[in-house]
């Protein structure tokens, strides 16, 4: 195995600044721009030993008689080019190696998703709507740390605070340095000696709060107003999730919603519709008036303008759409008889000759039918 300490010309308790300096002067002098082809080969070398050197872990592995860039892993190996030393360490040991530090206990926590119901007229105008909720908050006995009152987490004895182990092990590939977990501190580098009694030494206990959601006017069913930082709070008191609530609109007795525009049916007698007339309507918005025109036909759309569901983000609102329903009279005695069959003479509708035509159903009877599922 080449002694890259002796190559890069430094002792092997040379700083990490004095590797970098040595590096670097060499690098200079040998490069392939400067020394020709002469100084090729010890470039790479060079490269080589600084590529070790200065990475910890590898510098650790060579120190320990394992080059970590050689094809064989460093320990006289047959596995020929292209299989280094982190592929048969994995293949062997799993990958675990290169441990990152202490496993923080703090982690942010879960978002979380709640469900809540909102009328017509919510979801039209918009509103407040109180809401509760059973998340995990921190714990207020320990502040979220885990340890009981007056105590303090401890520096875990087994892996001095690092939260990882290493084992040097000799097997057929020579020496090998294998990095796991602590078991004994879960990886965090610390150990709780006396736990919370409220939280069990998690940093968190579940409890129930009540928020305020500003709903949005146009929201529909299945729309989601998230909340920040409103889920649940991460083991160790680490910072919380978001809160998703899902809306689900309650339907109306009167109206039916498609899309941000208002349906509803009105019916109207029939003398009403063939004279006209002006009538009362009840909506979202207050009593209003609607105009019908003389020989207001079955079926007739009137649309008020602007008395929809409002826009969800772009503001504006959809339509009322009033379907006329127009309610053919039954006579209650023979007086009434007589008038319609004058009405009839007068008309020549005496024996009205049938004339069938298509089909072409409302365009309300065509959304009644389509939410009836037929």
Known sequence: MADYYDILGVERDATPEQIKKAYRRLARELHPDVAGEAGEERFKDVARAYEVLSNPEKRQQYDLGVDPTAPGGGAGGGFGAGFGFQDIFETFFGGA??????????????DALVRMDVDLAGATFGAKRELQVDTAVACSTCGGNGARQGTT??????????????????????QVMTTAPC??????????????????????????????????????????????????????????????????????????????????????????????????????????EIDLRPGTQPGQIVTLKGLGVGHLHT??????????????????????????????ALRGEERPEPRLAAANPGVFSRLRDKLSGR
């Open 97 to 110: 190696q290169g441990a990152q530090g202490p496993i923080p206990r703090a982690r942010r926590g879960q």
């Open 315 to 344: 503001g504006g609102r959809g339509d009322l759409h009033v379907h006329i329903d127009v309610t053919v009279p039954k006579p209650d005695d023979d007086e009434q008889a007589e008038l319609l069959r004058r009405l009839a």
């Open 183 to 288: 078991t004994a501190c879960n990886g965090h580098g610390t150990v709780i000696p006396e736990p919370c009694p409220d939280c069990a030494g998690e940093g968190r206990v579940r409890s129930r709060r009540t928020l305020t959601v500003n709903v949005p006017a146009g929201v529909d069913t299945g729309t989601r107003i998230k909340l920040t930082a409103q889920g649940e709070v991460g083991p160790g008191g680490g910072p919380a999730g978001d809160l998703y609530v899902e809306i689900r609109e309650k339907p109306h007795e009167v109206f039916v919603r498609r899309g941000d525009d208002l349906h509803a049916t009105l019916p109207v007698p029939m003398t009403a519709a063939a004279l006209g007339t002006v009538l009362p309507l009840d909506t979202l918005d207050g009593a209003q």
């Open 153 to 174: 987490l401890r520096t875990c004895e087994v892996c001095a605070g690092r939260g990882h182990v290493q084992r040097v092990a000799r097997s057929f590939l020579g």
